[in-house]
């Protein structure tokens, strides 16, 4: 007979109030950390908390168990206020096996909580884990709150009624682990009941092992005596609304359907996969109903065509890839610019270059974005600073590339993409449709001229079989009011010309740089992409050390705002820290003569805020 959740629920143990806690869930790629890290987040979100999440996959697809090739991690940070990163150094790590614990032990505070299951530490884990001796009997973890947990045996006790044979049991022991988890954090478990039944209910007897595996790590950590209270964190006080947690690729999914839907138009979306970019496929293939189309490609090449030939039909043509893929579509990014047709290339950054590592983030494809064209081939670029951000940064891309008719560059990152956050559900009135306006016949009878210009240098969007709009379509040069074929130098400095001031135009059309803090002073650090809540609580912190220092965080990194040069000149010293070698740092310093500063680093991971706070401090000092 199951127990009520109302007296489930209810722990026997005192508990202590936190306003944040950071949490690390590690253990092999095949140990359903990603699932249960997710439930976590998800959990809580429903909970009220806000939250911010960092999955870290391994970059072998199928690592041999137990190496630490194979090691896959979750990092949360759970809060009762506004927070903008999943966390620097954790306060409770749960690692499954020895090589989890290994690689991320050096993530966990000193004198934080270490729940390890004992039986990944046998002689075959050790050796796995190229260990000599084990972490549990070395000395190596004193100074940790150390738990030992027999959790495999006990999932096995916990679900041996089911009838499963060991593999399959075995494999019930994460939903164990984050039960202890959520007794520990005082989370619900309703949200993840109601997971297991609705991912399992076609496996009715896997559904209730992993039910019972969940009860039991709760009930664990309630009748152990190794722990002697509990924590609890209280909602976060974020602006009324309604909200759902969200992951950044999701997100982009999701603002490109809106935009879509408010265009009244048909969302193409071409692509071939490639990790961290597949989820975006993905979700938009589940939106059909919304009147989205996507093709899975060959290649990249012939993803990006297929999207220009819908941008070409009157849809809403997107295509999306990481950074080997965008180089493989490079040429026909410059197609598509010449051919001045509205296309969104979304380019999720990952480790680079070549294949490089796959599941890690990095934001080194500024510079391939602004430059990795042949010939003048100025492109728009916007960046997404969070996973909620990328919703409304794929609106922003629709309406300059209807705008101005242009291919418009969407900048996101590994981190971004896998990373989630609350999100708050905007009211359709909220959102601003972009309005799209196909060429019509010519009344007058004068012939259509298809690369005459408006008041934003854009030229019309002609759909073909439209009677009297028949034009010419290719990469040759046009000629600058016809279309027709043209060869002539002076037509194609024209032309050259137009392109690039068109581009330049959109910087009148995009909103002014702000800045938070003072207007002038010591210090700005200017951030751009995923760097974005690493930079604004780093800041946050040395401005209330008194410290004269602002924060400004760019969206649109192609052209800039305006007033960024008179803002950039305001401050005595510009920081840019980038997940790269320095690209915006050169970029700025050119463009704007003056003397910027990088912090940089390529190592796979996010900025800590501990790190960026030390470098400003050691800057103002």
């Known amino acids: 007979m199951s127990t009520s959740m109302e007296d489930l629920l209810k722990s026997s ?5 936190l306003e944040s806690v950071t949490i690390r869930l590690v253990g092999d790629s095949g140990d359903g ?9 998800t959990t809580s979100a429903l909970m009220g908390s806000d939250i911010a999440t960092f999955p870290d996959y391994p970059a072998e697809i199928r690592a041999p168990r137990g190496t630490r090739a194979g090691v896959s991690g979750y990092q949360i940070q759970i809060a009762s206020e506004d ?6 150094l954790v306060d409770a790590l749960v690692a499954m096996n020895a090589a989890a614990l290994v690689e991320n032990i050096e993530s966990l505070k000193k004198g934080g909580v270490l729940i390890v299951n004992e039986e990944g530490f046998d002689a075959k884990d050790l050796k796995l884990a190229h260990l000599d001796q084990s972490p549990l009997d070395d000395g190596s973890i004193e100074g940790y709150r150390v738990i030992k947990v027999k959790l495999t045996s ?36 309703d949200r993840t ?54 992951m950044g690729n999701q997100s982009l999914a999701w603002g490109l359907v809106a935009a879509a839907r408010l265009s009244d138009i048909d969302l193409f979306y071409g692509s071939y996969p490639i990790t961290p970019a597949s989820p975006i496929l993905e979700e938009l293939s589940r939106q059909k109903n919304f009147r989205v189309k996507t093709f899975q490609a060959e290649d990249e090449i012939a993803a990006i065509c297929t999207s220009i030939g819908a941008a070409f039909g009157g849809a809403m043509a997107v295509t999306g890839s990481s950074g080997p893929g965008i180089a493989l579509k490079g040429e026909a990014m410059g197609l598509a610019m010449i051919l001045e047709l509205p296309l969104i290339i979304v380019n999720i950054q990952r480790g680079g270059p070549s294949t490089g590592l796959p599941t890690k983030t990095e934001q080194s494809d500024l510079l391939q974005a602004l430059y990795g064209r042949n010939g003048e081939s100025p492109l728009p670029i916007v960046a997404c600073a969070s996973p909620s951000d990328c919703f409304d940064v794929a609106q922003e891309a629709w309406r300059i590339a209807v705008k101005f008719m242009t291919p418009v560059i969407v900048l996101s990152d590994g981190y971004v993409a896998n990373g989630s956050e609350p999100w708050r559900i905007p009211e359709l009135s909220e ?27 854009a030229r019309p969007w002609a759909i073909p079989g439209t009677p009297g ?22 037509n194609h400095q024209t032309m050259t010309d137009q392109r690039a001031e068109k581009i330049e135009k959109i910087a009148a059309d995009i909103p002014a740089q702000t800045v938070t803090g003072p207007d002038r002073g010591d210090l700005l650090v200017l951030s751009w992409g995923g760097t974005y809540g690493a ?7 040395v401005q209330a050390a008194g410290l004269s220092v602002a924060h400004a965080h760019l969206r649109h990194l192609c052209p800039f705002p305006t007033n960024l040069g008179q803002l950039l000149k305001n401050y005595k010293k510009v920081l840019i820290p980038e997940l790269n070698m320095g690209q915006l740092r050169s970029v700025i310093r050119s463009t704007y003569l003056v003397d910027a500063q990088g912090y940089n680093k390529v190592k796979g991971k996010p900025f800590t805020v501990d790190e960026l706070q030390a470098h400003i401090t050691e800057l103002l000092s």
């Not at 019972?212 to 976060?236: C, D, H, I, M």
């Not at 959102?431 to 009878?445: D, F, M, R, Y």
Request: glycine share 10%.
């Open 431 to 457: 959102l601003k449709p972009t309005e799209v306006k196909h060429a019509a016949q010519p009344s007058n009878g004068e012939p259509f001229l298809p690369y005459k210009r408006n008041e934003h240098g």
């Open 33 to 41: 950390i990603q699932v249960i890290g997710s439930e976590l987040g």
């Open 13 to 17: 143990k005192p508990s202590e109030q």
């Open 83 to 88: 927070i903008f990163t999943p966390g620097d």
């Open 469 to 490: 709009l028949m034009h010419r379509i290719g990469g040759l040069e046009k000629a600058a009011l016809t279309g027709n074929v043209s060869y002539s130098a002076e």
């Open 193 to 246: 009941l109601r997971f297991i039944k609705e991912k399992f209910g076609k496996r009715p007897e896997i559904a209730e092992a992993n039910e019972k595996a969940l009860r039991a790590g709760w009930y664990y950590g309630e009748t152990t005596e190794a722990f002697v209270s509990n924590y609890q964190v209280g909602p976060a006080k974020l602006p009324p609304g309604k909200y759902r947690n969200i």
């Open 154 to 189: 006990l999932t096995r006790g916990a679900v041996e009624s089911v009838g499963l044979n060991t593999k399959l049991a075995d494999r019930c022991k994460n939903f164990f682990a984050i039960g202890l988890v959520y007794w520990l954090y005082g989370r619900e478990l």
């Open 535 to 541: 930079s604004l609580t780093a800041v946050r912190r």
